[in-house]
Each structure stands twice: as C-alpha cells, then as structure tokens.
C-alpha cells in the first residue's frame, strides 16, 4: 500500500510542478508511473478519491470566448 500513496504523490506533485510552469519529469515518465498506478488499482480493487485517476484535471477559466 505503501507504494500505492507514494506512486498517487509523486505524479501529484509533478502535475503541480507542470501546471506551475516548472516540469521536473518528462510526459514519457509521467505516463509511465500513471499506467503503472493504473495497473496497481487494477490488480488491488482499490482507488483512492487522491489518485490522478480519479480526478479531473483542468484549468479553470474565468471567461470563455465566443466563437464565431
């Protein structure tokens, strides 16, 4: 289990890393460890509401512009 919580918080963290305009690992090595939590969850019947596979991630914005 403990590789689980340590895998869902090191792609949560280089998510906000990415989001904050400073990437630490590389999209190749981020997929890596998501299909491997993937599998993991998989393999375990197990989701925790914190994995990146449960979450919707998106920038939130103010306005929309029309198109058209």
Same mark, same amino acid.
């Given at each position: 289990?403990?590789?689980?919580?340590? *895998?869902?918080?090191?792609?949560n &963290?280089? =998510?906000?890393?990415?989001?904050?305009? &400073?990437p630490?690992?590389?999209? !190749?090595?981020?997929?890596?460890?998501?299909?491997?939590l993937?599998?993991?969850?998989? =393999? !375990? @019947?197990?989701? *925790?509401? %914190?994995?990146? =596979?449960?979450?919707? !991630?998106? &920038?939130?914005? %103010?306005k *929309? *512009? &029309?198109? @058209?």
């Amino acid at each position: 289990m403990q590789f689980y919580q340590d *895998l869902i918080e090191k792609l949560n &963290k280089a =998510t906000e890393a990415y989001d904050a305009g &400073k990437p630490y690992m590389s999209d !190749h090595e981020w997929d890596e460890l998501y299909w491997q939590l993937v599998l993991w969850e998989q =393999t !375990h @019947g197990i989701a *925790l509401s %914190n994995s990146p =596979t449960q979450q919707i !991630h998106y &920038k939130v914005v %103010n306005k *929309l *512009l &029309k198109v @058209g």
